[in-house]
Nanobody, 115 residues
Framework: QVQLVESGGGLVQPGGSLRLSCAAS????????MGWYRQAPGKQRELVAR???????NYIDSVKGRFTISRDNAENTVYLQMNSLKREDTAVYYC?????????WGQGTQVTVSS
C-alpha cells in the first residue's frame, strides 16, 4: 500500500523560507519520479517541481531560482526547499508519485505566506 505523508508547512512572512518533506512507504522509492504539486483556493492543482529517479529536476517558471526539490533514497523522502516565499505561493502542497499509471497523493500540507 502506497503512502505519502507530507510535513513542514506553516505560516511564514513574505521573503521567508520553509522546507517541506514527504515520506513515502509501500514503494521501491528509488526507482520512481516524485513530484510536488500545489492547489490554491479556487484554482486547479498544478505541478510545482519534479525529480526523476536519476535526480533530474524541473520546475514551473514562477518558482525557478527560489524552490529546490531533492530526494534522499536512503530515507525514502523527497523535499521541497522554498525560499523567498511570496504571497502567491500560498496553497496546499501535495506530494505525488505515479505508480503503474496510478497517481498517489499525500494528504497535503498548508503553506500560508502572509505578514
Amino acid at each position: 500500500q502506497v503512502q505519502l505523508v507530507e510535513s513542514g508547512g506553516g505560516l511564514v512572512q513574505p521573503g521567508g523560507s520553509l522546507r517541506l518533506s514527504c515520506a513515502a512507504s509501500g514503494i521501491v522509492f528509488s526507482i520512481y519520479a516524485m513530484g510536488w504539486y500545489r492547489q490554491a483556493p479556487g484554482k486547479q492543482r498544478e505541478l510545482v517541481a519534479r525529480i526523476t529517479s536519476g535526480g533530474s529536476t524541473n520546475y514551473i517558471d514562477s518558482v525557478k531560482g527560489r524552490f529546490t526539490i531533492s530526494r534522499d533514497n536512503a530515507e525514502n523522502t523527497v523535499y521541497l526547499q522554498m525560499n523567498s516565499l511570496k504571497r502567491e505561493d500560498t496553497a496546499v502542497y501535495y506530494c505525488n508519485v505515479p505508480v503503474d499509471l496510478v497517481n498517489f497523493w499525500g494528504q497535503g500540507t498548508q503553506v500560508t505566506v502572509s505578514s
